[in-house]
T-cell receptor
Framework: SQTIHQWPATLVQPVGSPLSLECTVE??????LYWYRQAAGRGLQLLFY??????ISSEVPQNLSASRPQDRQFILSSKKLLLSDSGFYLC????????????FGQGTRLTVV | AQTVTQSQPEMSVQEAETVTLSCTYD???????LFWYKQPPSRQMILVIR??????QNATENRFSVNFQKAAKSFSLKISDSQLGDAAMYFC??????????FGTGTSLTVIP
């Protein structure tokens, strides 16, 4: 069966520090991969999605970047965190094609201090 | 912008009663997919129900059903016989191309014993 792993679960980082959140998927190949941010009391904002290795689409211009170095690995990064980067980050995968749901990781709660 | 709108930030329902959560969306596509996700306090995203736009029949999953009005671009979720475990954030989502899931801002559902 397919599983998705996302870590770390919680992270407290100072302003200006770098960020790296990692997500890996097991049990499937060539998944679509997504990064979402959920700010307090708000919905899920699609940040990046990827349909293949090295293919990254950005939905919102911001302080973050994403990379997909391997088929089932998706990384969210920042060179210098801002206070506004605080939030709950969710990684997800889907089989693509439309008629498949998105499966989510457990999320990372990021607090920038 | 192609958006998903949930106009009810909070809803409450008496246990065993029925509640309807609203969702409207905007899309220029003729074929797409709609989803309702549940996010309990654990913050794990769980698929509740899905609907394919080209299907006129409303989807049903046990106590959960949808009222899909394609012309009105409306996709409401009805929860029958509400249970305490139904208390959660509910998100409506749209997927046009199989590559991008767009979510609404969510509705927080409280179930009153």
């Amino acid at each position: 069966s397919q599983t998705i792993h996302q870590w770390p679960a919680t992270l407290v980082q100072p302003v200006g520090s770098p960020l790296s959140l990692e997500c890996t998927v097991e049990g499937t190949s060539n998944p679509n991969l997504y990064w979402y941010r959920q700010a307090a009391g708000r919905g899920l904002q699609l940040l990046f999605y990827s349909v293949g290795i090295g293919q990254i689409s950005s939905e919102v211009p911001q302080n973050l970047s994403a990379s997909r170095p391997q088929d089932r690995q998706f990384i969210l990064s920042s060179k210098k965190l801002l206070l506004s980067d605080s939030g709950f980050y969710l990684c997800a995968w889907s089989g693509g094609g439309g008629n498949t749901e998105a499966f989510f990781g457990q999320g990372t709660r990021l607090t920038v201090v | 912008a192609q958006t998903v709108t949930q106009s009810q930030p909070e809803m409450s329902v008496q246990e065993a009663e029925t509640v309807t959560l609203s969702c409207t969306y905007d899309t220029s596509e003729s074929d797409y997919y709609l989803f309702w996700y549940k996010q309990p306090p654990s913050r794990q995203m769980i698929l509740v129900i899905r609907q394919e736009a080209y299907k006129q029949q409303n989807a049903t999953e046990n106590r959960f059903s949808v009222n899909f009005q394609k012309a009105a671009k409306s996709f409401s979720l009805k929860i029958s016989d509400s249970q305490l475990g139904d208390a959660a954030m509910y998100f409506c989502a749209r997927d046009d191309t199989g590559n991008q899931f767009y979510f609404g801002t969510g509705t927080s559902l409280t179930v009153i014993p």
